[in-house]
């Protein structure tokens, strides 16, 4: 079984320390699906996903069930999961998904993955540009309940706004803890203390590129 992430974690990461904190809600994934994948990390979870403006539910479907199969028959994951139950509603439809999926195949058919320019942050991550030191410094910061702001790294996208930025990192520091905590057999809970501990930063850090 792997760790458990309590959903203080979540928040931690994703708004910051509490005193202070403020979040606005611009992703398209709510909170408590992030909590619920965050409790039961080798779980499929119950979606209900709502496409863009005018796009039919069925085309979606048909797009997002060939994405699902391919990303599986990719890493080989079909004899481990169940099917994953996608299916067209009126106006929306419904899928059984695995975190993994949800970060690598629902996000980025989101005009949200445009907007925040987060295939140039997975650019730079695969590319080096997003360094190691880049990320030990807003990670970091982020773990530690400080702001990231004042730690940004000197050359990194310099096109994009600060405040960008740092959601986009709040967003990949969380996808970072679910990759390494995958990998964590011992079903511990994770709180907000733990993201302090230097094993788990460097895990985080480690898990960081190949999580998108």
């Not at 979870?45 to 997002?64: G, N, S, W, Y």
């Not at 907000?192 to 501990?197: A, E, H, Q």
Request: charged share 25%; proline share 7%.
């Amino acid at each position: 079984m792997s760790a458990k992430i309590h959903r203080d974690a979540v928040e931690h990461i994703l708004m910051g320390p509490e005193v202070g904190r403020r979040f606005t809600q611009d992703s398209p994934v709510l909170p408590d699906v992030w909590f619920a994948y965050a409790g039961a990390l080798d779980k499929a979870h119950d979606l209900l996903i709502t496409p863009f403006k005018d796009r039919p539910a069925a085309e979606v479907a048909a797009q997002l069930r060939r994405a699902v199969y391919a990303h599986r028959d990719a890493g080989g994951l079909h004899d481990d999961r169940a099917g994953p139950e996608i299916a067209a509603l009126q106006g929306v439809l419904v899928a059984r998904l695995h975190v993994d999926e949800v970060i690598r195949i629902v996000l980025p058919m989101t005009a949200w993955w445009a907007k925040h320019r987060m295939p140039d942050m997975a650019g730079e991550l695969r590319d080096g540009a997003l360094t190691a030191a880049a990320r030990r410094a807003l990670c970091g910061a982020i773990l530690d309940g400080k702001d990231p702001a004042p730690h940004r790294p000197q050359g990194l996208a310099e096109d994009m706004r600060t405040s960008t930025l740092v959601h986009n990192m709040r967003f990949l520091t969380l996808f970072g803890l679910f990759a390494w905590a995958q990998g964590q057999r011992d079903g511990k809970d994770i709180t907000p203390p733990d993201l302090g501990k230097r094993n788990t930063r460097n895990g985080i850090l480690a898990a960081l590129p190949g999580a998108l």
